[in-house]
């Protein structure tokens, strides 16, 4: 893989973090909690899709957040 491209992979990643930490604040999530929120979220995907193959859309995103939110209603305002 080419370093441009490595460059490019990471600079998306930092971006798709940081759109994900936005979601959240919009659902509630208070701002000093939002990096336990992110993590709480990434570890609830396995619960949620257990029989997903892996694509998301934004369907799957509001349910991922609401069932962070009533698994973990304290991260939220």
């Given at each position: 893989m080419s370093k441009e491209l490595e460059n490019?992979?990471?600079?998306l990643t930092i971006h798709l973090a940081d759109m994900l930490e936005a979601a959240l604040h919009?659902?509630?999530?208070?701002?000093?909690?939002?990096?336990?929120?992110?993590k709480a979220y990434i570890d609830g995907l396995d619960e949620v899709f257990e029989?997903?193959?892996g694509e998301m859309g934004?369907?799957?995103?509001?349910?991922a957040i609401e069932h962070l939110k009533?698994?973990?209603p304290?991260?939220?305002s």
């Open positions: 490019e992979i990471e600079d919009f659902a509630g999530v208070n701002e000093n909690n939002l990096e336990t929120a992110v029989d997903e193959d934004y369907k799957e995103v509001v349910q009533s698994t973990k304290n991260l939220f």
